[in-house]
């Protein structure tokens, strides 16, 4: 099993910025695409961006493209998102999900095999 475990949440002001980081454990993070998802209440959850195991390809959404940038340190075990230029639209619980997604291709890129919790932002206008 692996763990994923979610930081860099909180509550920030319009136009300001965050990064969030997922921390895996227990089995290497470094096998595996990671993606970023988003969810708001009665919303359902949306990827935000995935990068491949070795981190030479990303996808973004559109939504964010040009804000949100995600990389990886596969020596620390970690993936990162960084978000800039924050509106309050961009409120929802962010989570990491980890998969051994086959090819890079959109009809993997929801195909996680582990999840961590979420970490709450919260962009105040």
């Known amino acids: 099993q692996m763990q994923l475990v979610e930081s860099g949440g909180g509550v920030v002001q319009a136009g300001g910025s965050l990064r969030l980081t997922c921390t895996g454990s227990?089995?290497?993070?470094?096998?595996?695409?990671v993606g970023w998802f988003r969810q708001s209440p009665g919303q359902e959850r949306d990827l935000v961006a995935i990068?491949?195991?070795?981190?030479?390809?990303?996808h973004v959404a559109d939504s964010v493209k040009g804000r949100f940038t995600i990389s990886r340190d596969n020596a620390e075990g970690k993936v990162f998102l960084q978000m800039n230029s924050l509106t309050p639209g961009d409120t929802a619980v962010y989570s990491c999900?980890?998969?051994?997604?086959?090819?890079?291709?959109?009809?993997?890129?929801?195909?996680?095999?582990?999840w961590g919790k979420g970490t709450l932002v919260t962009v105040s206008s």
């Open positions: 990068i491949s195991w070795s981190g030479d390809k990303t």
């Open positions: 999900g980890a998969g051994t997604i086959p090819y890079f291709e959109p009809q993997y890129y929801y195909d996680m095999n582990f």
């Open positions: 227990g089995r290497p993070l470094r096998y595996y695409a």
